[in-house]
């Protein structure tokens, strides 16, 4: 809808980037697929997701990208969990097997990290 209301204003649009769902938005933006095409796309997206047999999780982190490399690099982490997406200079993301992003999620507390 915002898309819509944008090139109703006459707002160019000139990128488009997306995470997660909005993956289909930036795609429905550039023309690459129609409407019609984004709201099923999103739908089906929706109907498996909840489908799915997972022991992960994610973790929203207020750090630098290097400092949670580090912190991932230790053994007890790697092939553990992942930086899922950096969203900023000191916000990111880490994905990763449920008992991992808890013993990250402890100590980034106890480090006083968001």
């Known amino acids: 809808m915002l898309l819509e209301i944008m090139r109703n204003a006459h707002i160019p649009?000139?990128?488009?980037?997306?995470?997660?769902s909005g993956e289909i938005a930036a795609a429905y933006s550039q023309g690459i697929i129609?409407?019609?095409?984004?709201?099923?796309?999103?739908?089906?997206?929706?109907?498996?997701?909840?489908?799915?047999?997972?022991?992960g999780a994610i973790l929203a982190v207020g750090s630098s990208e290097d400092d949670i490399e580090k912190l991932l690099e230790e053994p007890e982490f790697v092939g553990q969990a992942c930086i899922g997406a950096v969203?900023?200079?000191?916000?990111?993301?880490?994905?990763?097997?449920?008992?991992?992003?808890?013993?990250i999620q402890a100590i980034l507390k106890d480090e006083q990290k968001f």
């Open 87 to 103: 969203n900023a200079s000191n916000s990111l993301t880490v994905s990763g097997y449920v008992d991992a992003i808890h013993e």
């Open 34 to 55: 129609s409407a019609e095409d984004a709201i099923c796309i999103a739908y089906y997206r929706g109907f498996h997701t909840r489908l799915a047999k997972s022991t």
């Open 13 to 20: 649009i000139s990128a488009a980037v997306g995470h997660s």
